[in-house]
């Protein structure tokens, strides 16, 4: 099962979130007190890993809290949809359901810890009273046999739940010391009462035990050796070290030297593997044990000495928890688990967030993430489709959207901080691309922006361009104010960028005003995308892409009309008036960031199978426009 979007509905702070995308990593941004962790408690609370039950004196709202407490399994407070892989629809078709019915399931808990499960396209289904159907002679002769006779098996919604993802979650990262007291570690970790921190600190401390392949008591008793001032002989006197025998001696000696080439291996394995992932500087770990005492040096390129882990500075410790459990604890732990981060790296620099965020596309190749944060430096301008702004509302109620413009109202701009740092984010990006020497062409909005990623990648791969310098895309916000941007993104050797807009009317009018002010000059660098269309005009970004792709992911996406938009769509036309004349006939009111989800859904899609989607066409008229552009 994979999370495609949740909601959030009477949970302290929260009346209603809305409903909430989610993507491989999602990011959650926020001012503090916004309410960013009250999203992640309640999807933890859906199916923890550990821990994670409801509490509802702090997680009923206080104000309806003396009405709510009455009556808590009337009152629903996480609602998941999850889309199901081949394999659980053809369980599900088992039971006797229509597989082409199957592609999400909703599941919703209340306070009284029920579980409500249902097949979104097949609501009235009560997926308790569903069990498999037996087809055998058994089954048949057994007809007459009443229900409560009959041993029918677990029902549709139990066997089900064996698939649902557990929720990891995750705010205390449980820094290591530099010295470790092996028999303080021996007894925490047989310990169940240990407060936040502590458990915390042994979490990772485990972890780190499981990268030697040993356990904390075997490298404890392979180094007693050391500290033993006395033993008792088989006759049972004692005998000082001085007295060993020489058996004894080559005893001790094997168990020391075994000890020190296991943390050897450790610490070539930490470092090597650490390397991959910490941009910052290239470290290097040593594990050493001393008698009862486990220590941690490090050294660097910078500065060759060995410096005890907690002399080194804080992000550095911190990063090293947090690699030691997510790259090591997942295997077991995180086994079919959604990770939600509570503000992970607060304590990093700018540039090693940089390094954590790509550590969390990493990570996604086998977990779903969810993380929240205000920093810019936790954002990728270029994945802006993964980031919902969390923000409160006129009534003082957390909210959260994909529209990274919600909540900036002439009423309301208790969003703003958020916004600023989806800006900082997109600056930061601009400004990365001119001191590195990127080639930035400035687009109308997000979804071109999406789109014209994935035709990069897409030619790139193909070996159709190969481009001398990397091309970013930031949005201008659209047409009107493309000029405005193109003057801040003017590059240092005072050349204007590249412009690409829409042939539709807004993006005639630019261009006009462009070519006849600020690209006096330099008019071939504004393009429009009629050039790049044979036969259509009036074109937008989406009519260089393959239309029944389109065509394809708006059914999806859309499904409230009566008729399909495959039923209705002309080709040899643009398709954006098409979907938006398609719509209002229905009689289906568009989501305000429809052009985007359609784009990402687009984008997915292509990537994954692009000989599927592309014919020679589209890929004639993809790299027309891509020699332009260099």
């Given at each position: 099962?994979?999370?495609?979007?949740?909601?959030?509905?009477?949970?302290?702070?929260v009346?209603?979130?809305?409903?909430?995308?989610?993507?491989?990593?999602?990011?959650?941004?926020?001012?503090?007190?916004?309410?960013?962790?009250?999203?992640?408690?309640?999807?933890?609370?859906?199916?923890?890993?550990?821990?994670?039950?409801?509490?509802?004196?702090?997680?009923?709202?206080?104000?309806?809290?003396?009405?709510?407490?009455?009556?808590?399994?009337?009152h629903?407070?996480?609602?998941?949809?999850?889309?199901?892989?081949?394999?659980?629809?053809?369980?599900?078709?088992?039971?006797g359901?229509?597989?082409?019915?199957?592609?999400?399931?909703?599941?919703?808990?209340?306070f009284a810890s029920?579980?409500?499960?249902?097949?979104?396209?097949?609501?009235?289904?009560?997926?308790?009273?569903?069990?498999?159907?037996?087809?055998?002679?058994?089954?048949?002769?057994?007809?007459?046999?009443?229900?409560?006779?009959?041993?029918?098996?677990?029902?549709?919604?139990?066997?089900?739940?064996?698939?649902?993802?557990?929720?990891?979650?995750?705010?205390?990262?449980?820094?290591?010391?530099?010295?470790?007291?092996?028999?303080?570690?021996?007894?925490?970790?047989?310990?169940?009462?240990?407060?936040?921190?502590?458990?915390?600190?042994?979490?990772?401390?485990?972890?780190?035990?499981?990268?030697?392949?040993?356990?904390?008591?075997?490298?404890?008793?392979?180094?007693?050796?050391?500290?033993?001032?006395?033993?008792?002989?088989?006759?049972?006197?004692?005998?000082?070290?001085?007295?060993?025998?020489?058996?004894?001696?080559?005893?001790?000696?094997?168990?020391?030297?075994?000890?020190?080439?296991?943390?050897?291996?450790?610490?070539?394995?930490?470092?090597?593997s650490?390397?991959?992932?910490?941009?910052?500087?290239?470290?290097?770990?040593?594990?050493?044990?001393?008698?009862?005492?486990?220590?941690?040096?490090?050294?660097?390129?910078?500065?060759?000495?060995e410096?005890e882990?907690?002399?080194?500075?804080?992000g550095?410790?911190?990063?090293?928890?947090?690699?030691?459990?997510f790259?090591?604890?997942?295997?077991?732990?995180?086994?079919?688990?959604i990770?939600?981060?509570?503000?992970?790296?607060?304590?990093?620099?700018?540039?090693?967030?940089?390094?954590?965020?790509?550590?969390?596309?990493?990570?996604?190749?086998?977990?779903?993430?969810?993380?929240?944060?205000?920093?810019?430096?936790?954002?990728?301008?270029n994945?802006?489709?993964?980031?919902?702004?969390?923000?409160?509302?006129?009534?003082?109620?957390?909210?959260a959207?994909?529209?990274?413009?919600?909540?900036q109202?002439?009423?309301?701009?208790?969003?703003?901080?958020?916004?600023?740092a989806?800006?900082?984010?997109?600056?930061?990006?601009?400004?990365?691309?001119?001191?590195l020497?990127?080639?930035?062409?400035?687009?109308?909005?997000?979804?071109?922006?999406?789109?014209?990623?994935?035709?990069?990648?897409?030619?790139?791969?193909?070996?159709?361009?190969?481009?001398?310098?990397?091309?970013?895309?930031?949005?201008?916000g659209?047409?009107?104010?493309?000029?405005?941007?193109?003057?801040?993104?003017?590059?240092?050797?005072?050349?204007?960028?590249?412009?690409?807009?829409?042939?539709?009317?807004?993006?005639?009018?630019?261009?006009?005003?462009l070519?006849?002010?600020?690209?006096?000059?330099?008019?071939?660098?504004?393009?429009?995308?009629?050039?790049?269309?044979?036969?259509?005009?009036?074109?937008?970004?989406?009519?260089?892409?393959?239309?029944?792709?389109?065509?394809?992911?708006?059914?999806?996406?859309?499904?409230?009309?009566?008729?399909?938009?495959?039923?209705?769509?002309?080709?040899?036309?643009?398709?954006?008036?098409?979907?938006?004349?398609?719509a209002?006939?229905?009689?289906?009111?568009?989501?305000?960031?429809?052009?985007?989800?359609?784009?990402?859904?687009?984008?997915?899609?292509?990537?994954?199978?692009?000989?599927?989607?592309?014919?020679?066409?589209?890929?004639?008229?993809?790299?027309?426009?891509?020699?332009?552009l260099?």
């Amino acid at each position: 099962m994979k999370l495609k979007r949740f909601r959030v509905t009477n949970f302290r702070s929260v009346t209603d979130s809305g409903w909430i995308d989610a993507s491989d990593v999602t990011a959650l941004i926020g001012e503090n007190e916004s309410g960013k962790t009250n999203l992640l408690l309640p999807l933890w609370k859906l199916n923890p890993s550990g821990g994670g039950e409801i509490s509802p004196l702090d997680d009923m709202p206080r104000s309806r809290f003396a009405e709510m407490r009455k009556e808590p399994e009337r009152h629903d407070f996480i609602r998941c949809i999850f889309e199901l892989d081949d394999a659980e629809r053809d369980l599900a078709a088992k039971f006797g359901i229509d597989r082409n019915k199957t592609e999400t399931v909703e599941v919703v808990k209340d306070f009284a810890s029920r579980y409500l499960w249902r097949f979104s396209e097949e609501p009235g289904v009560n997926l308790n009273n569903v069990y498999e159907q037996l087809d055998c002679p058994e089954a048949q002769d057994n007809e007459e046999e009443s229900d409560a006779e009959k041993d029918l098996g677990p029902s549709l919604h139990e066997t089900l739940s064996r698939w649902l993802p557990k929720f990891v979650y995750y705010s205390n990262y449980g820094n290591l010391d530099a010295q470790i007291y092996l028999p303080h570690v021996v007894d925490n970790l047989g310990r169940d009462e240990l407060g936040d921190k502590e458990a915390a600190k042994a979490r990772t401390l485990k972890v780190l035990f499981k990268l030697v392949d040993l356990g904390p008591e075997e490298v404890l008793e392979l180094g007693r050796a050391t500290v033993v001032t006395e033993r008792v002989n088989p006759q049972g006197r004692a005998v000082s070290v001085s007295e060993k025998t020489e058996a004894q001696i080559q005893i001790d000696d094997e168990q020391l030297r075994t000890r020190a080439a296991l943390l050897q291996s450790a610490s070539s394995t930490l470092t090597r593997s650490f390397k991959d992932w910490w941009k910052q500087g290239d470290y290097k770990f040593r594990l050493h044990a001393d008698g009862y005492y486990f220590r941690i040096w490090v050294s660097d390129d910078r500065r060759p000495d060995e410096i005890e882990l907690e002399h080194r500075s804080t992000g550095l410790q911190w990063f090293l928890s947090f690699f030691l459990v997510f790259k090591y604890e997942s295997e077991d732990t995180h086994e079919n688990a959604i990770v939600l981060l509570d503000e992970p790296g607060h304590s990093l620099h700018p540039l090693a967030q940089r390094d954590l965020s790509a550590f969390f596309d990493s990570l996604s190749e086998t977990h779903q993430i969810f993380f929240t944060t205000h920093s810019p430096f936790m954002i990728d301008a270029n994945r802006l489709d993964r980031v919902r702004k969390v923000h409160l509302d006129d009534d003082g109620a957390t909210v959260a959207s994909s529209n990274l413009a919600a909540g900036q109202g002439k009423k309301n701009d208790r969003g703003a901080g958020a916004s600023y740092a989806v800006h900082s984010a997109l600056n930061l990006t601009v400004a990365e691309s001119l001191l590195l020497g990127c080639s930035p062409v400035i687009v109308e909005g997000p979804s071109d922006q999406h789109y014209l990623s994935a035709i990069k990648t897409i030619l790139i791969s193909k070996g159709k361009i190969q481009p001398v310098g990397e091309l970013v895309f930031p949005p201008s916000g659209g047409a009107k104010t493309a000029k405005i941007i193109a003057g801040i993104l003017m590059g240092r050797d005072d050349t204007l960028p590249f412009v690409l807009l829409d042939g539709d009317t807004a993006g005639k009018q630019a261009v006009k005003s462009l070519v006849e002010g600020l690209y006096q000059g330099s008019e071939d660098r504004v393009l429009s995308t009629d050039e790049f269309i044979d036969g259509i005009t009036n074109t937008e970004i989406e009519d260089l892409l393959p239309a029944e792709l389109i065509v394809q992911v708006m059914d999806r996406i859309e499904r409230r009309a009566e008729r399909d938009f495959e039923d209705v769509y002309e080709t040899g036309k643009p398709i954006v008036p098409q979907i938006k004349n398609w719509a209002k006939t229905e009689g289906v009111e568009l989501r305000h960031d429809w052009k985007v989800q359609l784009a990402l859904g687009v984008k997915t899609k292509l990537l994954a199978n692009p000989d599927k989607h592309i014919d020679e066409k589209c890929l004639s008229n993809w790299v027309n426009l891509f020699e332009r552009l260099a």
